[in-house]
């Protein structure tokens, strides 16, 4: 039996799904916009009060790019096919595992688009329930296990996955 995950939204409707890609023109560059204003005074702020940058701004900076719905995206919410989503999950699976690679040679787990997009928790992928809402927790669990990895519960956040023997050692 496989542990619980945080269940994703389920299929957007096709009318949200096109009304959502043609108002993201206007919307994701004005919500970008708004937030290279403000993040400065964040980024001043914590300087300020913690004497260190922290990267998590820059997570606070591109979250509107995360929610862009790309051709890619648009085709895999709004077809059936499941092989999209197995394909979309598999590269998930890939990127958590050079996370996990770059976190054994001494880095701090996912590095650019990767941390900016998914973001991690110490050796793991975080990943949002907008980026499974196609598939069944079954089928996240077979996919990551093919890979060595194993899918957990992220709370409100998604699920995360993690090499299966660092889950195995873990209190």
């Known amino acids: 039996m496989h542990p619980p995950l945080t ?26 916009l708004l937030r290279l204003v403000a993040v400065p005074f964040i980024a001043a ?4 009060t913690d004497g260190a940058f922290d990267a998590e701004v820059l997570r606070v900076l591109f979250k509107p790019l ?16 499941q092989r999209r989503w ?37 050796n793991t992928l975080l990943i949002s329930p907008k980026d499974y809402r196609g598939l069944t927790t079954e089928r996240i669990h077979t996919i990551a296990g093919a890979r ?8 409100p956040f998604g699920i995360t996955l993690a090499p299966a023997a660092e889950r195995r050692t873990a209190p």
């Open 148 to 155: 060595g990895l194993v899918a957990r519960s992220g709370g």
């Open 7 to 32: 269940p994703s939204a389920g299929p957007r409707s096709r009318t949200g799904l096109v009304l959502w890609f043609l108002l993201q023109w206007l919307l994701v560059p004005l919500d970008l």
């Open 86 to 122: 197995d394909r979309h999950m598999n590269r998930l699976c890939d990127a958590a595992l050079r996370a996990h690679r770059r976190h054994q040679r001494g880095g701090t787990g996912p590095g650019g688009w990767t941390y900016l997009r998914y973001g991690s928790q110490g």
């Open 66 to 81: 995360t929610r862009w719905v790309g051709p890619g995206r648009f085709a895999r919410e709004w077809g059936t096919d």
């Open 45 to 48: 702020s914590d300087l300020l």
